[in-house]
């Protein structure tokens, strides 16, 4: 799990909402989720094949976008939770450090991709929706389950 610093004034603010450990019993199986609340970079570009207006990336403890998942992960499932009504839409990608492998989200807010917890990962939402309903003072809420 995750334990995060109080934001530098050199960087973007960010709250945390939530860390939680989720235990699955279903099928024995253990899955780790976390999730942070992210102020989004404002700004065009272009990812996953699609023009983004705006973007944020969970970070570890140490303020870094390269995640390691815990022991024993096989999956990831990264997914942008912010509850933004309509218009509002994004795309989610993963890029994995030791090959830079990327998965995109093709027309919805939730990846799934293959994970190990021999690597780190950077995981990003992209805002497609013009303009993006969060400003600088509002907040994307990102998630990410191991199992």
Do not use: E
């Amino acid at each position: 799990m995750n334990k995060h610093r109080a934001a530098k004034s050199d960087r973007p603010a960010r709250i945390i909402c939530a860390t939680v450990l989720l235990l699955a019993g279903w099928l024995g199986r253990i899955a780790w989720a976390d999730s942070q609340c992210d102020v989004p970079v404002v700004g065009p570009g272009i990812a996953c094949s699609a023009t983004y207006y705006a973007l944020a990336r969970m970070t570890n403890n140490a303020g870094h976008f390269w995640i390691t998942p815990p022991p024993g992960t096989h999956t990831g499932i990264l997914t942008d939770a912010s509850g933004w009504a309509p218009p509002y839409s994004s795309l989610v990608s993963v890029t994995r450090k030791s090959d830079n492998t990327t998965w995109c989200s093709s027309d919805t807010n939730t990846l799934t991709f293959t994970a190990s917890a021999s690597t780190s990962y950077s995981l990003t939402a992209y805002i497609i929706s013009k303009p993006p309903p969060p400003s600088a003072t509002q907040y994307l809420t990102l998630q990410i389950t191991w199992q």
